[in-house]
């Protein structure tokens, strides 16, 4: 028989804080080298309602490149910083 189904992830779980069936965040609490634990959490009042792990190779994400060394621009150098005077050309 094949298999029909891969992996489930919840939608709802029952809190008992809140006595109902309660929707959840979903929160990556660990990257471990045979795979990634995630918490689900309560939306109503955040308690922990659960744990899954997946198994499998981790799933890398792209990391954000450096910014270039070039010239910053007055917004990444913050407002207490006064941009230099405009270059003149003197013309002969």
Not at 7 to 18: G, I, N, Q, R, V
Not at 42 to 54: F, W
Not at 78 to 83: D, L, M, R, T
């Amino acid at each position: 028989m094949a298999q029909q189904f891969g992996a489930f992830t919840a939608s709802e779980l029952y809190c008992p804080k809140c006595k109902r069936a309660q929707p959840v965040r979903e929160k990556l609490l660990l990257v471990l080298p045979d795979g990634e634990l995630y918490e689900y959490l309560c939306v109503g009042c955040a308690s922990s309602l659960g744990q899954r792990k997946v198994s499998g190779p981790t799933v890398t994400r792209p990391v954000p490149s450096a910014p270039s060394r070039g010239r910053r621009s007055s917004a990444t150098r913050g407002p207490n910083h006064a941009s230099p005077p405009p270059r003149r050309l003197l013309l002969k």
